[in-house]
């Protein structure tokens, strides 16, 4: 299958605001199906956190660092939950009220989440360097260059070290949105069958700027989609997909 470059949207003005409240902007970057009523790019992947049961002790929350009984698996230690770096919604001041580097949000859902980088903050659509409406997981990367960060109807976001590592898997959710190679989704030839109506898009990336010089490839498809996922590749995109399976 032949891998193809688009070039961006461009943002489109936001209409007058009903309610008070503005409408989202399109995130031009992502080359997604529309959400009926949104016109909203989507792109999703569910990243859950599994949160420990307590165990009985007449009705009394466990002390901090008593475990009793809680079951933990063999071998595995219960992991604090992260505190989040970037809370509700708002117009965040880079290096005043957030710090660059690379930010997720996960547990998004229906394109709701929309995320904004800009070179100032006039709020006009050409101060907007990146954006996207995202569903399931996004990771981006805040640079010391810019200026304001924009979270609106978004999950929490928490910082990634982007040196960690993780137990990669080998299946990835077709509206999954966004899999970090390596961490969140071992290298390798992938595959997704059943795909309608060209709604399916996937995205290699060596980058979560999102902005289009980091896209390294990618296609909208109908049918079955077959993708090599190189270890250095950084990110895979993937929205409006059957599921993939690794098949080598």
């Given amino acids: 299958m032949s891998q193809s470059m688009y070039a961006p949207q461009q943002p489109q003005q936001p209409q007058q605001p009903q309610h008070g409240r503005p409408e989202k902007k399109r995130g031009w970057f992502a080359r997604h199906k529309l959400l009926t009523g949104l016109g909203a790019v989507v792109v999703v992947v569910a990243i859950a956190s599994a949160v420990g049961g307590g165990g009985d002790d007449g009705g009394k929350a466990p002390a901090a660092g008593d475990t009793k009984g809680k079951q933990q698996p063999a071998g595995q230690q219960e992991q604090p ?7 509700g919604d708002g117009d965040f001041e880079v290096g005043t009220d957030v710090k660059p580097g690379l930010y997720r949000t996960s547990g998004n859902e229906d394109g709701l989440c929309y995320w904004e980088r800009a070179k100032d903050a006039s709020g ?8 996207d409406n995202v569903t399931g997981t996004s990771y981006v990367t805040i ?16 910082a990634v070290d982007e040196k960690a590592t993780g137990t990669p898997k080998t299946e990835a959710k077709g509206d999954g949105g966004m899999f970090k190679v390596g961490v969140d989704l071992a ?3 992938y595959k997704s069958t059943g795909n309608e109506d060209d709604m399916c898009y996937w995205e290699r990336a060596k980058d979560a700027s999102h902005n289009t010089d980091a896209i390294l490839a990618n296609d909208n498809v109908s049918g079955t989609a077959t993708v090599k996922i190189s270890a250095t590749d950084a990110y895979f995109k993937t929205s409006g997909c059957k599921d993939w399976v690794k098949t080598g």
């Fill in 81 to 87: 939950k992260k505190a989040a770096a970037i809370e």
């Fill in 124 to 131: 006009e659509t050409d101060s907007i360097l990146a954006n």
């Fill in 143 to 158: 640079k010391a260059s810019d200026k304001i960060f924009k979270s609106s109807d978004c999950k929490d976001w928490e």
């Fill in 187 to 189: 290298p390798g030839t």
